[in-house]
C-alpha cells in the first residue's frame, strides 16, 4: 500500500513538474488526481489535463513495472531457484532472465496494466487499491504460472 500511495503521488508529481509546468511551489500536494477521479465518466472524458495526468500515470507505471519490477522479480526468482548464497548470481542470473524474457513479458506488462491502469486511475481513491490489489492478484497468478519453476 505504501509503494502503490508514494508511486501515484510520484506520478502526479512528474504531471504536475512536467507536463502542467508548474515548480514545486505551484504544486497542488493534496490534489493527487482527487477530481479527476470523482467526475462521472463523461466529465472525464473531456478534462484534457486531467487525461494527461492520467497517461501520465499510466507510463510511469507501465515504466516502472517494466523496467524495475521485472527484474526484481526475475532477481529474486533467482534467489530462489539459483540453490547458490551469492547474490551476484542470483544478479546475473535474473538479469540474465529478465533480458531473455523481455520482449514477451513487457507485452505481457502492457496488455494487462495497461488497461487496468486507466481504470485504475480513473476511479474514485476509495476504489484504487482495492482494484488494483485484484489485478495485481491476477498479474501475479498469470506470472507465477508464465514463468514458475524455472523458466
Same mark, same amino acid.
Given at each position: 500500500m505504501i509503494i502503490a500511495t508514494l508511486k501515484t503521488s510520484a506520478a502526479d508529481l512528474v504531471t504536475q513538474c512536467v507536463i502542467e509546468r508548474k515548480s514545486l511551489k505551484e504544486v497542488d500536494w493534496k490534489r493527487n488526481m482527487e477530481k479527476f477521479t470523482t467526475q462521472p465518466w463523461?466529465?472525464?472524458?473531456?478534462?484534457?489535463?486531467?487525461?494527461?495526468?492520467?497517461?501520465?500515470q499510466t507510463a510511469l507505471d507501465l515504466g516502472m513495472l517494466t523496467c524495475v519490477y521485472l527484474p526484481t522479480f526475475y532477481v529474486f526468482k533467482a534467489g530462489v531457484f539459483s540453490g547458490s548464497l551469492d547474490?551476484? #548470481? /542470483?544478479?546475473?542470473?535474473?538479469?540474465?532472465?529478465?533480458?531473455?524474457?523481455?520482449?514477451?513479458?513487457?507485452?505481457? %506488462?502492457?496488455? #494487462? /496494466?495497461?488497461?487496468?491502469?486507466? #481504470?485504475?486511475?480513473? %476511479?474514485?481513491? /476509495?476504489?484504487?487499491?482495492?482494484v488494483r490489489h485484484v489485478v495485481s492478484f491476477v498479474w501475479t497468478a498469470y506470472l507465477s504460472f508464465a514463468r514458475g519453476a524455472n523458466k
Open positions: 463523461a466529465a472525464k472524458l473531456r478534462d484534457g489535463p486531467g487525461l494527461m495526468a492520467l497517461g501520465a547474490p551476484t #548470481v /542470483w544478479a546475473s542470473t535474473g538479469i540474465g532472465n529478465y533480458t531473455k524474457n523481455i520482449s514477451k513479458d513487457a507485452y505481457d %506488462v502492457f496488455r #494487462v /496494466w495497461g488497461p487496468a491502469d486507466l #481504470v485504475c486511475f480513473s %476511479v474514485p481513491l /476509495w476504489l484504487r487499491l482495492p
